[in-house]
């Protein structure tokens, strides 16, 4: 075989134009690799909804295994009407998303029940969410950006919070009944029960509740004091100057386990 021929027949089984600039040929080879995705809040918010309804259905529950679990969950979000004109996900992709968000969550939520502890009279939702943010970034040195998250699961069993702030005195409401005019009539209260009959009422009913409420005391205040302990070692093994919050956090914490 003469070198024109040979020449001619390995540019035929070869496509590549070796004598092109190299950005060329290079993005020819790299065209069939995926383009990493980010994924939008909006995105993260229907990955959440698909995951919470997958994992609480009656029928399925927990009977099915890691793989089914997942296609459901790729297939709840996948057929979503809000992602319309957008390329689905793979299972991989979504099981990799929500790894993330729960660990992410999860250490957030941590740093939020410290914030309540700190809170102090006259300081809002805005003033506890500044402190958590602050908590975050100061343990992982990053900023928070998973709070759309967080807000869709913080009132999920996992992911609530487990440090109860003291609610003030409730207002009695007064019930009033409008009529014609600018005249308001109270509403008639109800005659109260015999001394007698009230205690036989609370009898009853201490009877079939007073144990339940007992054990859910207990379980709470369990609950509490680990919360506790796990957030005071982290104050204490943390090598960075901790900030004022922080250290009044770690005074009170410590009173708390030396009663």
């Not at 035929?12 to 993005?27: G, K, T, Y």
């Not at 689905?88 to 410290?114: H, M, S």
């Not at 943390?238 to 410590?254: A, C, G, H, R, W």
């Amino acid at each position: 075989m003469d070198t024109p021929s040979f020449v001619n027949l390995l540019n035929s089984q070869n496509p590549v134009d070796l004598d092109a600039p190299e950005h060329v040929w290079m993005s020819s080879q790299s065209s069939n690799v995926k383009e990493r995705r980010k994924w939008s809040p909006k995105e993260d918010k229907i990955l959440i909804g698909a995951w919470l309804n997958t994992s609480k259905d009656a029928v399925v529950s927990n009977e099915q295994k890691a793989d089914a679990f997942w296609k459901r969950i790729v297939d709840y979000y996948n057929a979503s009407p809000l992602l319309v004109g957008t390329a689905p996900r793979e299972l991989g992709q979504c099981k990799q998303r929500w790894a993330r968000i729960n660990e992410g969550v999860c250490k957030f939520v941590g740093c939020y029940d410290a914030a309540l502890r700190c809170q102090s009279s006259g300081q809002n939702e805005d003033d506890v969410m500044k402190a958590a943010l602050d908590f975050y970034y100061n343990d992982h040195s990053i900023k928070f950006n998973l709070e759309h998250a967080w807000r869709e699961l913080r009132h999920d069993s996992k992911w609530c919070s487990t440090y109860l702030p003291k609610e003030g005195p409730k207002e009695k409401r007064k019930q009033v009944l409008e009529v014609d005019g600018d005249e308001e009539v109270r509403e008639p209260e109800a005659r109260p029960i015999g001394v007698k009959a009230a205690k036989a009422v609370l009898k009853r009913k201490k009877s079939s509740k007073e144990l339940e409420l007992s054990k859910l005391e207990a379980l709470f205040e369990i609950k509490q004091k680990l919360s506790n302990q796990k957030i005071l070692e982290r104050l204490i093994a943390k090598q960075d100057p901790l900030s004022e919050m922080e250290t009044s956090l770690k005074n009170k914490l410590m009173s708390e386990m030396l009663q």
